[in-house]
Every structure is written in C-alpha cells, then in structure tokens.
T-cell receptor, first 116, second 112 residues
Framework: NAGVTQTPKFQVLKTGQSMTLQCAQDMNHEYMSWYRQDPGMGLRLIHYSVGAGITDQGEVPNGYNVSRSTTEDFPLRLLSAAPSQTSVYFC???????????????FGEGSRLTVL | DAKTTQPTSMDCAEGRAANLPCNHSTISGNEYVYWYRQIHSQGPQYIIHGLKNNETNEMASLIITEDRKSSTLILPHATLRDTAVYYCIVSDYMDSNYQLIWGAGTKLIIKP
C-alpha cells in the first residue's frame, strides 16, 4: 500500500494563478480531508469528505474548492492564489467508525506551496 | 478554536518516561481524546485515542482522568527519535460531523 500520496511536494505560484493539489489514497477510506499548516501552528481544516460525492467545509474554506468523484481521490483547488495561502498542505484519510469521530487519520507527506 | 490546552514545550531524558499533560475541561461525554505527533515537518502520525478508559498500545499509554477534563500521554522509554511536536485533540461536532480541531501542541525534546 502506498497510503496517502500528495502531489506536487513543492510548488511556487504567482498571485492570481490557479492550481490543483492532488491527493490519492489506496486504503478504501471513506473519510478524506485537507489541512493547512502555517509556521509554528497546528493544522487547520480546509475541507473534508465523508464519501464519494459528499464534501463539506472546514474551519478555513475560503479560496479553496474540492470535489470527490471517487473514493480514492480528493483534489484541492486554489482558485486565485494569494500570498496568504502560502503554507504546507496536508491531505489525510481514515475509515469512519460507528460511534467514533474520525478514526485513525493517515496523512500524506505534505505539499509546500509558496505564493509570490 | 481548539478545545485543549498543552504546555508549549517539555524536555525529557533519553530512556526515561515522557509524560505529556493535556487539559480539555469542556469535553462532552461522547467526544474522544486523540494524540498525534509530528516529526520535523512530516505529516502527523497517529499515536492513540480514547473515550474514558485508559488505553495502551505499542507506542504509548493514555491516561484519562475520571472526570475526563484532562489526560496524560505516556511514552514509557523515550528515545531521541521521539523528539517531535505532540498534539492532544478533542473532536468537535461541526455540521453533523465530528472533526479534529488542532492546537499548537507540545514540543517534546528528548535529551541524551
């Protein structure tokens, strides 16, 4: 199993450009999510999905779009990049357990984005 | 906002037990306590979670007080590779789903 795979690992954008961060998991997990992490801080939830065709907003959704057309893939789209979106982005997935919250989250290695 | 309070940093000698405290005084009856760690800038790694009973796995033990307002993560024999930021997280009910809202964590430094 590859686990959770994120691409690209590094990206530099200019203000106003758009791009998509890819996330794929091969563990047949129902739950997938995107977080951003700014220096010295914890992770903040951007968007999440509890299954194919279902997405919802997290704490900091503005400026980002997601879709979940398959169980395996959960891409994150930056519509018009801004310097405030410079951050490290993590994708995570898990089985959703009855009575539990998110189950054990498996994380990708991160995508480091710089917006100039 | 995160529902937990942790010390900013802690030191521990290699080979000793590392005890990381966490306060979560507003926890509700069906909310779990999760611990993750993040080594350097890698993706966070799951350690353990629990509801009200103490839990143990191959990595650590989780001790939750009877009133559930605080917990302690115990790494029984810390090694240099345990140097990391440790996050204590209580789930939060958002839009019909539970989510993990992360704080800044505790930076644990294991010293030789």
């Amino acid at each position: 199993n590859a686990g959770v795979t994120q691409t690209p690992k590094f990206q530099v954008l200019k203000t106003g450009q758009s791009m998509t961060l890819q996330c794929a998991q091969d563990m047949n997990h129902e739950y997938m999510s995107w977080y951003r992490q700014d220096p010295g801080m914890g992770l903040r939830l951007i968007h999440y999905s509890v299954g194919a065709g279902i997405t919802d907003q997290g704490e900091v959704p503005n400026g980002y779009n997601v879709s979940r057309s398959t169980t395996e893939d959960f891409p994150l789209r930056l519509l018009s990049a801004a310097p405030s979106q410079t951050s490290v982005y993590f994708c995570a997935s898990s089985h959703r357990l009855a009575g539990d919250t998110t189950g054990e989250l498996f994380f990708g290695e991160g995508s480091r984005l710089t917006v100039l | 906002d995160a529902k937990t309070t942790q010390p900013t940093s802690m030191d521990c000698a290699e080979g000793r037990a590392a005890n990381l405290p966490c306060n979560h005084s507003t926890i509700s009856g069906n909310e779990y306590v999760y611990w993750y760690r993040q080594i350097h800038s890698q993706g966070p790694q799951y350690i353990i979670h629990g509801l009200k009973n103490n839990e143990t796995n191959e990595m650590a033990s989780l001790i939750i007080t009877e009133d559930r307002k605080s917990s302690t993560l115990i790494l029984p024999h810390a090694t240099l590779r345990d140097t990391a930021v440790y996050y204590c997280i209580v789930s939060d009910y958002m839009d019909s789903n539970y989510q993990l809202i992360w704080g800044a964590g505790t930076k644990l430094i294991i010293k030789p």
